[in-house]
């Protein structure tokens, strides 16, 4: 029998050794990729949706204008994103923690009782920091014809 064999050379465990190496990087490359594609395919998070019933509209006894009386819920974690509107907004809070940031004005906290004046084309957006939904009605004096909310970058 041979004394050394080709096992035992150290050309050999040195090739191992490389081939390790470079199995161990490409399996760690391959293992970070397949990660990011699976964290990119997941469903992201959805924000929680604001609703909105036009619980009656009406034509104003001012001609070209309407009025409207709307219930709002914002789900515990929902914000409405910023918006305006084209005519003057009551806002009235039934239940729940509504946190209002209001253009010139700084953010305010409405609590259910609070009442609240937005002006046309003010830049304004209510949200719910709190646990439980925030349920509002608000009542629109708007020209007639024309989108109740516009939505602001």
Known sequence: MFKSSIFNSSIFKRSIFKNSIKGAVLLLVVAMFSSLALLLAAPAAQQP?????????????????EEALVAVEI????REG??????SVMIYVLEGSLTFDYE??????????DALYVEAGKIHEG???GKTPVKVVASFFLK???????QVQ
């Open 49 to 65: 949706t604001v609703s909105r019933k036009i619980l009656l509209k009406q034509d104003s006894a001012i001609p070209g204008y």
């Open 144 to 150: 007639k014809g024309v989108p109740m909310t516009s």
């Open 82 to 87: 910023r918006h305006t509107h084209p005519g």
């Open 75 to 78: 789900p515990a974690g929902g």
């Open 127 to 129: 949200s719910n920091t």
């Open 104 to 113: 010139g004005k700084p953010t305010a906290t409405y609590k259910p009782g």
